[in-house]
């Protein structure tokens, strides 16, 4: 028999911070990942074109990897390394870092322009791999060790330093271009800039998981198994099985994930491009107004995390019977808010609409995660958050190879592209409504 799952014992608002300090660093990889990868590519040479096909490489690493984490960090207990989840956690660190140093600078060796996209996309993969591998325990660590009576705060302090560690990996470029800076480079080089950003996010990753690593034990396999009411010799069920058995709100939010993260796919790709284009009216890499654009959209980026940071604050104060209202609501808002970027040429208005995709991204953040971790077994919770995750990795490689297609019958338009994620977004809102939590 199973305990109820508040047999995990209460613990305090300071153990749940610095269970996911280590995201900020982290997420500040994915943030100048979805920030400045399309930049960087379309800097080194790739053509607009490419860029859907380049930008698969992200969820595909995240499609392959992230459920063999979940599978198999259910498995592990190396003490020497901290336990079940923070060897993975380590190793996912140290390749990450490495990584971050090495990308940008792929287009700084005297390459041809083809040589250079296809080192960098090489570069991408390993760092994907190695981000996924870092974050993925950080999910997991949250399900071992947090009751369900908590589990919405500590999902929400986990979105608030994911969004705070956006905030400054986007900003971080634009930023750094006012102090001086060059915003500039030679044909094919990325800007110092953008260099140095990424050499801060590797310094920030690794003092940031370190903090994490230092300051959680993580329970015993004894403790665990106590606190989870589970007995040592139940059978191991595959990755099929679990999802035969997987609740209806997985699959239903599943659906939900499918259009939010293609909406999100398509800013994260285009962005840079659309931005320079309806506001500095350039899509041309090597031009001035481009990388004045590309550094406007990181600020923009910044703002709707920003945004998402105040969200998650409140969000933490609403009471679970009113998780889906509120999901579908920011959802709807932030749909609006993709729809409003692609209709504006002022920089005021497209920050106003960025703040409002900053709201439904707060919502993904925090209740998908939590509604389907508060209605899966504890003995398999690494497993369904890798598979969970499948979700937010197969809408971006759907988006990714659709965009072959569309880029062309828009006649090129990067905005466009934002206008069909708003379309997306706006879908992904209405399913969120039919969600039925018990």
Same mark, same amino acid.
């Given at each position: 028999?199973?305990?109820?799952?508040?047999?995990?014992?209460?613990?305090?608002?300071?153990?749940?911070? %610095?269970?996911?300090?280590?995201?900020?660093?982290?997420?500040? =990889?994915?943030? +100048?990942? #979805?920030?400045?990868?399309?930049?960087?590519? *379309?800097?080194?040479?790739?053509?607009?074109? !490419? !860029?859907?096909?380049?930008?698969?490489?992200?969820?595909?690493?995240?499609?392959?990897?992230?459920?063999?984490?979940?599978?198999?960090?259910?498995?592990?207990?190396?003490?020497?390394?901290?336990?079940?989840?923070?060897?993975?956690?380590?190793?996912?660190?140290?390749?990450?870092?490495?990584?971050?140093?090495?990308?940008?600078?792929?287009?700084?060796?005297?390459?041809? #322009?083809?040589?250079?996209?296809?080192?960098?996309?090489?570069?991408?993969?390993?760092?994907?791999?190695?981000?996924?591998?870092?974050? *993925?325990?950080?999910?997991?660590? &949250?399900?071992?060790?947090?009751?369900?009576?908590?589990?919405?705060?500590?999902?929400?302090?986990?979105?608030?330093?994911?969004?705070?560690?956006?905030?400054?990996? =986007?900003?971080?470029?634009?930023?750094?271009?006012? !102090?001086?800076?060059?915003?500039?480079?030679?044909?094919?080089?990325?800007?110092?800039?953008?260099?140095?950003?990424? /050499?801060?996010?590797?310094?920030?990753? =690794?003092?940031?998981?370190?903090?994490?690593?230092?300051?959680?034990?993580?329970?015993?396999? @004894? *403790?665990?198994?106590? /606190?989870?009411?589970?007995?040592?010799?139940?059978?191991?069920?595959?990755?099929?099985?679990?999802?035969?058995?997987?609740?209806?709100?997985?699959?239903?939010?599943?659906?939900?994930?499918?259009?939010?993260?293609?909406?999100?796919?398509?800013?994260? $790709?285009?962005?840079?491009?659309?931005?320079?284009?309806?506001? /500095?009216?350039?899509? @041309?890499?090597? #031009?001035?107004?481009? *990388?004045?654009?590309?550094?406007?959209?990181?600020?923009?980026?910044?703002? %709707?995390?920003?945004?998402? &940071?105040?969200?998650?604050?409140?969000?933490?104060?609403?009471?679970?019977?009113?998780?889906?209202?509120?999901?579908?609501?920011?959802?709807?808002?932030?749909?609006?808010?993709?729809? &409003?970027?692609?209709?504006?040429?002022?920089?005021? +208005?497209?920050?106003? =609409?960025?703040?409002?995709?900053?709201?439904?991204?707060?919502?993904?953040?925090?209740?998908?995660?939590?509604?389907?971790?508060?209605?899966?077994?504890?003995?398999? $919770?690494?497993? %369904?958050?890798?598979?969970?995750?499948?979700?937010?990795?197969?809408?971006?490689?759907?988006?990714?190879?659709? #965009?072959?297609?569309?880029?062309?019958?828009?006649?090129?338009?990067?905005?466009?592209?934002?206008?069909?994620?708003?379309?997306?977004? +706006?879908?992904?809102? $209405?399913?969120?409504?039919?969600?039925?939590?018990?």
């Amino acid at each position: 028999m199973k305990n109820t799952k508040n047999s995990v014992p209460k613990v305090s608002n300071g153990f749940l911070f %610095y269970l996911s300090f280590g995201i900020l660093g982290t997420q500040m =990889a994915f943030g +100048l990942e #979805s920030s400045q990868l399309g930049r960087l590519f *379309q800097t080194i040479g790739a053509k607009p074109e !490419l !860029l859907g096909m380049i930008f698969i490489i992200p969820p595909l690493t995240g499609l392959v990897m992230q459920p063999i984490i979940g599978k198999y960090s259910d498995k592990t207990w190396i003490p020497q390394l901290g336990g079940r989840r923070m060897p993975y956690l380590i190793v996912g660190t140290i390749f990450t870092m490495i990584t971050l140093i090495l990308l940008p600078n792929s287009g700084s060796f005297g390459w041809t #322009s083809s040589t250079a996209v296809i080192v960098a996309s090489l570069i991408v993969g390993v760092f994907m791999l190695a981000s996924n591998v870092c974050i *993925q325990p950080y999910k997991m660590l &949250v399900g071992d060790m947090v009751n369900s009576d908590q589990k919405g705060k500590a999902y929400s302090i986990q979105s608030l330093l994911a969004n705070i560690g956006s905030v400054i990996a =986007a900003m971080a470029p634009f930023i750094l271009t006012a !102090l001086g800076v060059s915003n500039t480079a030679p044909k094919g080089v990325v800007p110092d800039s953008v260099l140095f950003a990424f /050499y801060i996010a590797a310094a920030a990753i =690794a003092t940031c998981s370190l903090v994490t690593i230092l300051l959680i034990k993580e329970f015993s396999p @004894d *403790q665990f198994r106590s /606190y989870h009411g589970i007995t040592e010799n139940e059978n191991t069920k595959s990755m099929v099985n679990l999802l035969k058995e997987a609740p209806k709100v997985f699959w239903l939010v599943g659906l939900v994930n499918f259009f939010a993260f293609l909406a999100f796919g398509y800013l994260w $790709i285009y962005g840079s491009g659309a931005i320079s284009a309806n506001i /500095y009216n350039s899509i @041309d890499p090597k #031009s001035i107004g481009y *990388q004045k654009g590309a550094n406007l959209f990181g600020v923009f980026s910044a703002l %709707y995390a920003l945004s998402a &940071v105040v969200v998650s604050l409140m969000l933490t104060k609403v009471k679970k019977k009113h998780y889906v209202k509120v999901l579908s609501a920011s959802m709807l808002i932030g749909g609006i808010g993709f729809i &409003v970027v692609f209709l504006s040429h002022t920089v005021l +208005l497209t920050g106003l =609409a960025f703040v409002m995709v900053g709201v439904g991204w707060a919502g993904l953040l925090v209740y998908p995660l939590t509604m389907v971790s508060d209605s899966i077994s504890e003995e398999y $919770i690494g497993t %369904y958050l890798g598979l969970f995750n499948i979700q937010l990795c197969i809408p971006q490689i759907v988006a990714s190879i659709l #965009s072959v297609v569309i880029l062309p019958l828009v006649n090129g338009s990067m905005p466009m592209m934002i206008l069909i994620s708003g379309v997306s977004m +706006l879908i992904g809102g $209405i399913i969120a409504s039919l969600i039925k939590l018990k």
